[in-house]
């Protein structure tokens, strides 16, 4: 059997989990910095993860507490799927990424970390994002600051406002 190591998401593995769901406490905090909220749209709002696999990772989220996308309305689906169309396009603004990984964990068995409240997965990469330093130092190099991802996102997600906002 081959073993892949991921020794830098110890600190998310290790970290006590809070009472309550990591995304509504989010919302309700009225700090969207602090939270790591870059947008918020009528239906999902996107954000930063605090434990990233790569800079820019964001998760897209519906408002409702649903973990199922069954349980969401066709208009929360809908905006679901444009919201998160939206963060590839901001992040291909501010970060020029030459590809993406998206998706959706359900359930514990899939690998949520947040089984309850459905969220998609954006992650940028790059050829070559991945390199030894895992392997030997047990460190995962990430090259931008969360508060340097944060304030070119919001720039980029300000020009995409304005852009959709003249079609």
């Not at 991921?6 to 406490?25: E, T």
């Not at 939206?86 to 590809?99: K, T, Y």
């Not at 990984?101 to 992650?123: F, M, P, S």
Request: net charge neutral.
């Amino acid at each position: 059997m081959n073993v892949l190591w991921a020794p830098w998401r110890g600190a998310y593995v290790m970290a006590p989990k809070a009472d309550g769901c990591i995304f509504c406490d989010a919302l309700a905090a009225g700090d969207d910095r602090g939270r790591l909220i870059v947008h918020r749209a009528p239906h999902a709002f996107i954000m930063l993860n605090q434990f990233p696999y790569n800079s820019g990772h964001v998760m897209v989220v519906p408002y409702r507490h649903a973990a199922r996308l069954d349980a969401l309305s066709e208009d929360e689906a809908g905006a679901l799927v444009a919201v998160t169309a939206l963060a590839v396009r901001a992040l291909e603004a501010a970060l020029a990424p030459q590809g993406f990984n998206i998706g959706l964990n359900l359930g514990r068995a899939a690998g949520a970390g947040v089984e309850d409240h459905l969220h998609v997965h954006v992650v940028p990469r790059w050829v070559g994002d991945t390199n030894f330093m895992p392997v030997v130092a047990a460190t995962k190099v990430l090259p931008q600051h969360l508060a340097e991802t944060y304030d070119r996102l919001q720039e980029a997600l300000a020009a995409a406002s304005r852009l959709s906002s003249h079609r």
